[in-house]
């Protein structure tokens, strides 16, 4: 868009946001866009014909908020990541465009309900677990805070799986979300781009004597975007998520076409389209595969072509302001050869000198850093990047001679230290480690949680840290509470805006106002009454779906995220057990309703049979008649986003139980205690900080701090005397192992037991006692019905710092340098 096109507005009278006007819309969309009638439309359809009428709307802001990002020549910020878990957008969409009156009322004069079509809408379920949900929230919370940001991320056409329970086992089953159109994308073929990969370097020597290089391949593949808008909430921002689809070259078969071979050359055109094809879905065991590595490239490459692209339309060669108007933000290290391929242009296209290179590199890229265990952490073969990118294997490793060279300076003779920090591990597979090139890469390196980003400095980034400690700074995660709250929670926010006005919405510290309601009769009456209303939409939608009964009576002890052995979902279904034998003992307990769900990775063998050891115990005592009112274990089916927004606001206990040092933040632990529910968790993650603010009285610790965990594995930890001192613990762990819960399989369950007397990585043992004694303070706080209330919602009072807003504000001000930009629609 030049300055001089005027943008051409369309007839506003199609695009009013009354009620009539969305009736208009919706029986044109029917009529041309389905060619359909009111008769023949299905649901889907109409779900469709409405998506398309609220689209219309983001139209004209989406183009007058790019327009006026290119005219102000702002900086801007670009978020790549593999993953945006965005679940569905219709609803959220309705919300930020502030028309969900109109559009609820057009729709009921039509004899339909929002409500309905919304569960039309299938999940853009293009993540994982946190990391992808957390790009999700940011997008949210840019376009909210008028940043003019971009994300960038692969339009995979299989997103995560969808999870199915057969004999207590979990079965995956391909999420072909996109075989229903998708109303929210638009293709821009216009601006496909050609992705190189495989080839060799040549190099030669000019007059001069100044050695250049070039990467020759004849290996191509198109990358096509798909853009997505997002909206603000209540204003004119629409900002960009745009997701590449990998298209064969046209010239791809070229030569089978000439030897005439037609249809090997179509056969063949498929390979490269494969690139896109799927979501890895492992979130903690990195996946060593070609096909993986070969997606991160193709990401990194498009989005900088991309990026560089519309920096030279304005600034042309004018580089040395490059990192002035573009800062890139890489998820994790998923997208850290981004750092190679913007020295590879700079070096072998821009004809660029190394260092004047590196500078430029240095002040573009911020790397958040999602994880401490050391086996998520990326590493590549050598070999494998010679192969696919032999430019910037030759490249890192320039960038590693002379970052190493400055280490020696630095510590002259701690040969130790330099092959300790090479971005290079030698051994018998040389690999590369992406964290390092990353860190060595970027001018910031962030943590997730206050907790986290300590712990990257002391243990596993110490020797960068020493090198250079200004890079290093965190930021606490934060999840949208326009989503998280305001959509899911619609009773609750009723609620908080009949009391305190709407502001929270947009200013979540403002939730603070809630405190003098805390123990107030009147309010917490309304509050527990909401809360019910949610547990008992829970119940409908779970007998419907699931054939799950649920009673209403009882504690809904909820933990719901990806299936890992250091989140310890088996230390929850050690104490369903304990509950059970208290139960068998004639023991009177709070009545529980123990709700666990979540996807394990395909290949995480030890996840899968805790969801099947889970399925056995669940369906022991649910069809135990002791068990009827008091007790009852579901493993909830295909969580996801779109069903963590009907679960979360139903649970009045959220588990966060994961071993100290483990979690780096958590953003399910804040979605849970801002829709009123108290915590029992152990000090980890974002949960020290949530502690923090909401106080101890109105939250439940249990277990082994870092430190503690740190000294017990240092003198040597032996689970099994945990075991043999603590009788309640033998029971439940002897019950497991006696096949009482796999009657066929007497042995079915050894190997889960085995590996906890053995070696037990995550503590489960040494945790038990104090975990079992937290959860009777929290049976017992909950027989106070009002003590609870008040706890519940002091919680939800002192969540405020949690929203991905405040999260995004201190990236902005604190990494990216970027300001907020009004968009006027004039
Ligand atoms: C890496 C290489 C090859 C294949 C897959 C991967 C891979 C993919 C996804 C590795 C890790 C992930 C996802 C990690 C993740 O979700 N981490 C979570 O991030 C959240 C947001 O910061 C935190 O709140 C969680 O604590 C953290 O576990």
Redesign the pocket.
């Given at each position: 868009m030049s300055k001089k096109t005027k943008t051409i507005l369309p007839n506003s009278d199609v695009l009013a946001n009354s009620i009539e006007a969305f009736k208009k819309s919706f029986t044109d969309h029917i009529h041309h866009s389905l060619a359909r009638d009111g008769r023949t439309a299905t649901e889907h359809e109409k779900f469709l014909a409405i998506a398309y009428s609220v689209r219309d709307r983001l139209i004209d802001r989406w183009i007058k908020t790019q327009e006026t990002y290119y005219d102000k020549d702002v900086k801007r910020v670009y978020y790549l990541s593999?993953?945006f878990l965005i679940g569905r957008t219709l609803g959220n969409s309705v919300l930020n465009l502030d028309v969900e009156g109109a559009v609820t009322e057009a729709l009921e004069e039509m004899g339909l309900t929002l409500e309905e079509l919304r569960e039309e809408e299938v999940d853009a379920g293009l993540g994982?677990?946190?990391?992808?949900?957390?790009a999700a929230c940011f997008l949210d919370s840019m376009a909210t805070l008028e940043l003019p940001a971009t994300g960038m991320g692969i339009r995979y056409e299989y997103g995560m799986f969808n999870q199915k329970i057969k004999d207590g086992q979990q079965e995956e089953h391909p999420d072909n979300w996109l075989r229903l159109p998708n109303p929210w994308e638009i293709a821009r073929p216009a601006n496909a781009l050609r992705i190189p990969f495989y080839g060799y370097v040549v190099s030669w020597q000019d007059e001069t004597g100044k050695l250049h290089n070039r990467w020759d391949t004849k290996d191509y593949v198109i990358a096509l975007p798909y853009d997505t808008p997002i909206p603000g909430y209540h204003n004119n921002t629409v900002n960009n998520l745009r997701l590449w689809s990998a298209r064969s070259a046209d010239d791809f078969g070229l030569a089978y076409f000439n030897n005439g071979d037609y249809i090997a050359a179509v056969h063949d055109m498929e390979i490269s389209e494969t690139i896109s094809k799927v979501l890895?879905p492992?979130?903690?065991s990195?996946?060593?595969?070609e096909l993986?590595l070969k997606q991160q490239y193709f990401l990194c490459s498009a989005s900088l072509q991309d990026i560089v692209n519309r920096f030279k339309k304005t600034h042309g060669n004018h580089w040395n302001v490059f990192p002035e108007k573009v800062v890139i933000q890489l998820n994790?290290t998923?997208p850290a050869i981004s750092i190679a391929e913007l020295m590879r242009i700079l070096l072998d296209q821009e004809d660029f000198e190394w260092d004047a290179a590196w500078d430029i590199v240095t002040k573009t890229f911020g790397y958040?850093n999602?994880?401490l265990m050391p086996e998520?952490l990326?590493k590549w073969p050598v070999s494998l990047f010679e192969h696919l990118l032999p430019r910037h294997l030759q490249i890192i490793y320039e960038i590693n001679a002379r970052f190493l060279r400055t280490v020696a300076m630095r510590w002259p003779g701690d040969v130790e230290r330099l092959s300790r920090m090479s971005i290079i591990e030698e051994g018998s597979e040389k690999m590369v480690r992406m964290a390092y090139l990353s860190i060595v890469g970027s001018f910031s390196v962030n943590g997730?949680?206050a907790l986290?980003s300590e712990l990257l400095k002391t243990e596993l980034f110490r020797d960068f840290f020493e090198l250079t400690p200004e890079k290093f700074n965190n930021k606490t995660?934060g999840v949208t509470p326009r989503r998280w709250v305001r959509k899911s929670n619609p009773l609750m926010s009723e609620l908080i805006s009949k009391n305190i006005g709407e502001s929270w919405v947009r200013n979540l510290d403002d939730l603070k106002k809630l405190e003098k309601f805390a123990a107030d009769k009147n309010f917490q009456k309304e509050f527990m009454e909401l809360k019910r209303e949610n547990k008992k939409r829970l119940a409908k939608y779970l007998q419907e779906t699931q054939s799950i009964e649920l009673n209403l009576d009882t504690i809904f002890d909820v933990q719901v995220k990806?299936i890992h052995e250091y989140k310890r979902q088996l230390l929850n279904v050690l104490h369903v057990i304990h509950l059970y034998l208290q139960i068998k003992d004639g023991k009177e307990i709070e009545p529980r309703t123990v709700l666990i769900g979540g996807k394990a990775a395909p290949g995480y063998w030890m996840a899968k049979q805790i969801i099947r050891l889970t399925n056995a115990v669940a369906s022991v005592v649910n069809s135990d008649p002791d068990c009827r009112g008091k007790l009852a274990l579901h493993f909830l089916e295909n969580y996801r986003v779109s069903f963590a927004e009907k679960i979360i606001p139903a649970a009045d206990l959220s588990e966060q139980i994961s071993t100290a040092g483990t979690?780096?933040?958590?953003?399910g632990n804040m979605k849970f205690a801002l829709n009123g529910a108290l915590t029992i968790g152990t000090l980890d993650?974002?949960n020290v900080e949530m502690l923090e603010e909401a106080g101890k009285d109105n939250f439940f610790i249990f277990g082994l701090s870092v430190e503690q965990v740190q000294d017990l594995l240092a003198k040597g930890y032996r689970p099994r005397d945990f075991y043999e001192k603590d009788g309640d613990l033998r029971r439940v762990i002897d019950l497991i192992a006696s096949g009482f819960f796999s009657p066929d399989r007497a042995d079915l369950f050894k190997p889960v037991t085995d590996k906890l007397l053995s070696s037990d990585p995550f503590l489960l043992l040494a945790d038990f006692r104090s975990y079992i004694e937290c959860q009777e303070r929290v049976a017992k706080a909950y027989t106070n019905k009002a003590a609870w209330a008040k706890m519940a919602i002091l919680n939800v009072a002192r969540m405020g710092k949690f929203s991905s807003d405040r999260t995004i504000h201190q990236y902005s001000e604190e990494i990216w340098n970027t300001k907020p930009c009004k968009i006027s629609l004039k």
């Open positions: 593999l993953e994982n677990g946190g990391l992808g949900r957390l890895y492992n979130d903690t990195m996946n060593g595969k993986r994790d998923h958040t999602h994880t998520a990326e997730v949680a986290h995660n990806r979690e780096a933040s958590g953003t993650g974002a």
